[in-house]
């Protein structure tokens, strides 16, 4: 009984690996005849990524013709570089025989983007702010920009973030709905910017020549605007001195504001003190009780004496 048991199971077994091998041989031979095809699919990528890569590059030179922005035209490039790289994958799948795949990818596009909607909700509204920052053009690659506290350069504006250069040279990542929901200040779109210098002077010293005096040491700062022309104010009366200020506009981008800043601060100060001005310390008046009165007169009378 036990060795007709024994034949049963090692025909069962022998049938079983028989029928695997046999399986392993149709796909084996399945895949030695898919090969033509799996390279076929691979260069057919490839020819697509390289043709997806000269779309954008031409279709960027044809929108430069147009009224289009800059940052308008570089998503409308992307969106044609996208198209023409999905297309590439279309074909190859097709290649590869696998029609079934490409129509259920189709038929489960809008399912799938209905669920990654709810389920990114953050990633579609960068998106979508970042094809409103290229229709609106609130900021350009280039500008100087200030949001959340950080500030720099744009130097790339994304389909889902924007990079800022800082003026530390770090790259920082802020994400696009950022531009649409947060205020934030673009300090290159107005095409000119200030700079403010404050200054104070004595009790008894003349106010209207020392904001004549102002108004010419900052017009003598290179890359100072005449139109409009630095100005000077009273700000108002502190406690040590007369506080004035005066500001000068430049060409922005394009001047330096800290070399200007500089400059600034440097010619009033001289401008001043060579016309004999004061430029007053602050002064602070203490009131003692007669116990420290006391104490400090013993200090000094002990100071003395030795």
């Given amino acids: 009984m036990t060795e007709e048991r024994k034949k049963m199971d090692s025909q069962t077994i022998s049938q079983g690996l028989t029928k695997v091998l046999e399986k392993l041989e149709i796909w084996g031979v399945g895949i030695i005849k898919m090969i033509p095809n799996f390279i076929l699919a691979i260069l057919v990528v490839l020819l697509f990524w390289a043709l997806s890569r000269w779309t954008y590059n031409v279709m960027k030179r044809l929108f430069q013709r147009t009224d289009f922005n800059e940052n308008l035209e570089h998503l409308l490039a992307n969106i044609c570089r996208i198209l023409v790289f999905t297309l ?6 097709a290649v590869l025989e696998l029609q079934k795949t490409v ?6 596009v809008g399912v799938v983007g209905l669920a990654l909607g709810f389920a990114f909700q953050d990633l579609a509204a960068n998106f979508i702010s970042g094809i409103m920052i290229a229709i609106r053009s609130p900021l350009k690659i280039g500008d100087v920009v200030k949001i959340d506290g950080i500030m720099g350069t744009v ?32 300090y290159s779109s107005y095409g000119m910017r200030k700079v403010r210098v404050e200054v104070g002077i004595g009790y008894n010293d003349d106010p209207d020549k020392a904001l004549k005096i102002v108004s010419q040491a900052l017009s003598r700062v290179e890359g100072a605007l005449t139109d409009p022309a630095p100005e000077a104010y009273i700000s108002d009366l502190g406690g040590s001195s007369v506080n004035l200020f005066g500001h000068v506009w430049f060409t922005y981008p394009g001047g330096n504001f800290f070399q200007i800043q500089s400059d600034s601060i440097r010619n009033v100060k001289r401008s001043l003190e060579e016309a004999g001005f ?11 009780t007669e116990e420290t009165r006391e104490v400090l007169e013993n200090l000094k009378g002990g100071a003395s004496k030795n």
């Fill in 88 to 93: 590439g994958l279309v074909l190859a799948l």
């Fill in 103 to 108: 129509f259920s990818l189709l038929a489960g």
């Fill in 155 to 186: 130097i790339d504006i994304r389909l889902r973030d924007t990079l800022i250069r800082n003026f530390s040279g770090q790259d920082i990542f802020i994400p696009n709905k950022d531009f649409t929901t947060q205020k934030f200040s673009n």
């Fill in 278 to 288: 004061n430029i007053p310390f602050p002064i602070r008046t203490l009131d003692l």
